[in-house]
């Protein structure tokens, strides 16, 4: 189970800047793993944001990622809203 805190601030009209932590708990063996995330997001139009981040913790949010690689380091992230 993951769970996360996040807060964003918008810079300017074009920028955010955002920050998270977050906490992944294995339902079986009760293991929990923590850290954080920082990120700068592009906004070029209001549906679509361009992010570059450093995540501090050692996993990932991705579903399909293997959960015995370090995913620590910088992302690139792309959001689109409707």
Do not use: C, K
């Not at 955002?18 to 850290?35: A, D, I």
């Not at 209001?46 to 990932?60: C, D, H, K, M």
């Not at 991705?62 to 992302?75: I, K, T, V, Y």
């Amino acid at each position: 189970m993951l769970s996360l805190v996040r807060l964003n601030y918008h810079l300017s009209g074009m920028f955010d800047a955002g920050l998270e932590y977050r906490w992944l708990t294995n339902m079986l063996t009760h293991e929990v793993s923590h850290g954080a995330l920082v990120e700068l997001a592009w906004r070029p139009m209001e549906q679509v944001a361009l992010g570059i981040g450093y995540n501090f913790s050692r996993f990932s949010d991705d579903l399909l990622a293997d959960p015995n690689l370090n995913q620590h380091g910088f992302f690139l992230r792309a959001t689109g809203s409707f």
